[in-house]
C-alpha cells in the first residue's frame, strides 16, 4: 500500500503563501488521485482539492477556489498544494490522500491512504 508524508507546513501571515508537498513510496502513485484536506482545531476534517490521476483534472473547495492549486509530478511520485493569499481561517493540519478513483470525490470516505498532516498557522 502507498505511504504519504507531507512538509512543507509552517507559520506565516495573512497573504502570504506556502507549498505543501506529499512525498509517496509503495504503490502505483500513478493510479491514485491526489487531494487534500484539512482540519481546524475544534472542526471536522474538510476537503481542500483534488487532482486526477494524469493531473489534467482538479476539483476544489469553493473556500480555496482561485487561491489554491494542487499539482502532481508522477515521475517523482510527488503531489503538491500551493497556497496563496492565506487567511487565518485557512489555519489547520493538512494532510494528503490517495483515492484509486477516476471521477473526482471530495468525499473523506472514498480516500484509501492518508499522510500523517502537517500543520499551517496563519497569523492575521
Known amino acids: 500500500q502507498m505511504q504519504l508524508r507531507e512538509s512543507g507546513g509552517g507559520s506565516v501571515r495573512a497573504g502570504d503563501s506556502l507549498r505543501l508537498s506529499c512525498a509517496t513510496s509503495?504503490?502505483?502513485?500513478?493510479?491514485?488521485?491526489m487531494g487534500w484536506f484539512r482540519q481546524a482545531p475544534g472542526k471536522e476534517r474538510e476537503f481542500v482539492g483534488v487532482?486526477?490521476?494524469?493531473?489534467?483534472?482538479?476539483l476544489y473547495a469553493d473556500s480555496v477556489k482561485g487561491r489554491f492549486t494542487v499539482a502532481r509530478d508522477n515521475a517523482k511520485r510527488m503531489a503538491y498544494l500551493q497556497m496563496n493569499s492565506l487567511e487565518a481561517d485557512d489555519t489547520a493540519v493538512y494532510y494528503c490522500?490517495?483515492?484509486?478513483?477516476?471521477?473526482?470525490?471530495?468525499?473523506?470516505?472514498?480516500?484509501?491512504?492518508w499522510g500523517q498532516g502537517t500543520q499551517v498557522t496563519v497569523s492575521s
Open positions: 490522500a490517495g483515492a484509486p478513483f477516476r471521477r473526482l470525490s471530495p468525499a473523506s470516505g472514498r480516500y484509501d491512504v
Open positions: 509503495g504503490g502505483a502513485f500513478s493510479n491514485y488521485a
Open positions: 487532482i486526477s490521476l494524469s493531473g489534467n483534472n482538479t
